[in-house]
T-cell receptor
């Protein structure tokens, strides 16, 4: 089973709200990723967790705060977002952690469509 | 940094025909990985095919195959017997070993005409 689940599917929030996106996988994968995807564009990497530790932060604004409570779960906490943050947020996971530079296949979730008003 | 170029923003093909999507990349590395991902309107990115650069044999997955030309830094995707369900945005991606991340092309939107 190569399933990554994400909740919610859609989220509308105001600029003063605090919300969280959730991603879950039960494949025993040790690396998890957050991507942001604007319409008609490729995904842009935001964060990578490897063995539950933040390994890569692509200079993302602090209004996005990732969290990896355990090896199966990845959250993205949102606070004081801007309308330009409206996008599709994709989560992915891969089997091994980021070690040795080998390229594990990433399996993606269906995404959360975020609208910031 | 490595770059991935997909020169065809949109393509269309008749159902049951064959179509080829092009992808070129720029790298100075000798050992790397290449991927094709499909993103249908349902939004989920789905792995289509993966190629290791050290393997000379082109990867195939059922109706999907690649033409990997390492010297030319070209990685095209051929879809045979196109089906309506193949309609999607197709992204070519390169695994950047140093930064340990996927670098995506801009995508090709494929339409299947019945």
């Amino acid at each position: 089973d190569t399933e990554v689940t994400q909740t919610p599917k859609h989220l509308v929030m105001g600029m003063t709200n605090k919300k969280s996106l959730k991603c879950e996988q039960h494949m025993g994968h040790r690396a998890m990723y957050w991507y942001k995807q604007k319409a008609k564009k490729p995904p842009e990497l935001m964060f990578v967790y490897s063995y539950e530790k933040l390994s890569i932060n692509e200079s993302v604004p602090s209004r996005f705060s990732p969290e990896c409570p355990n090896s199966s779960l990845l959250n993205l906490h949102l606070h004081a977002l801007q309308p330009e943050d409206s996008a599709l947020y994709l989560c992915a996971s891969s089997q091994r952690g980021l070690a040795g530079g080998s390229a594990d296949t990433q399996y993606f979730g269906p995404g959360t469509r975020l609208t910031v008003l | 940094a490595q770059t991935v170029t997909q020169s065809q923003p949109e393509m269309s093909v008749q159902e049951a025909e064959t179509v080829t999507l092009s992808c070129t990349y720029d790298t100075s590395e000798s050992d790397y990985y290449l991927f094709w991902y499909k993103q249908p309107p349902s939004r989920q990115m789905i792995l289509v095919i993966r190629q290791e650069a050290y393997k000379q044999q082109n990867a195939t997955e059922n109706r999907f195959s690649v033409n990997f030309q390492k010297a030319a830094k070209s990685f095209s995707l051929k879809i045979s017997d196109s089906q309506l369900g193949d309609a999607a945005m197709y992204f070519c991606a390169y695994w950047e070993k140093g930064a340990q991340k996927l670098v995506f092309g801009q995508g090709t939107r494929l339409t299947i005409n019945p």
